[in-house]
């Protein structure tokens, strides 16, 4: 004898099914999006300018982030003070940190955490003297 159990979702599911919940759904017997096309590595971006109707205003929070951190020396170049740089790079590290632990919204993002020292110094070095 076989012994057959069946989960409330499992029940939930076959029964929705039975009564017809699944009939007609929109997309049924088309492919679906993006089958047999390359991956690409920024389809969840894609996707979600796609959603928001192709005007999406703002990015994602983790691509902000990746933003930030590619926009490093032109941000810090406008700073006054090697102490504005700092909080600057420590604030961007916190951010990344976060993104690394995915406590941040987004596609992944893995960016290395930036050294304060090396930062600085090249601050210095662009500075006019």
């Known amino acids: ?52 109707g192709g005007t999406a205003g703002v990015i994602p929070p983790s691509l902000a982030v990746r933003r930030a951190a590619e926009d490093l020396p032109e941000t810090v170049a406008r700073l006054g003070a090697e102490a504005f740089v700092r909080q600057h790079v420590a604030e961007l ?21 930036f050294d304060a020292d090396e930062v600085v110094a090249a601050w210095k070095a662009a500075r006019p003297r």
Request: net charge negative; aromatic share 10%.
């Open 93 to 113: 590290n916190e951010r990344i940190d976060k993104c690394r632990r995915g406590l941040i919204d987004g596609p992944p993002v893995v960016l290395p955490l």
């Open 1 to 52: 004898m076989v012994h057959w159990y069946e989960s409330s979702i499992d029940r939930q599911l076959r029964e929705a099914t039975e009564r017809g919940e699944f009939d007609n759904l929109a997309g049924t017997g088309k492919p679906l999006a993006g089958h047999g096309e390359d991956y690409d590595e920024d389809w969840w971006v894609k996707d979600w300018v796609r959603r928001e």
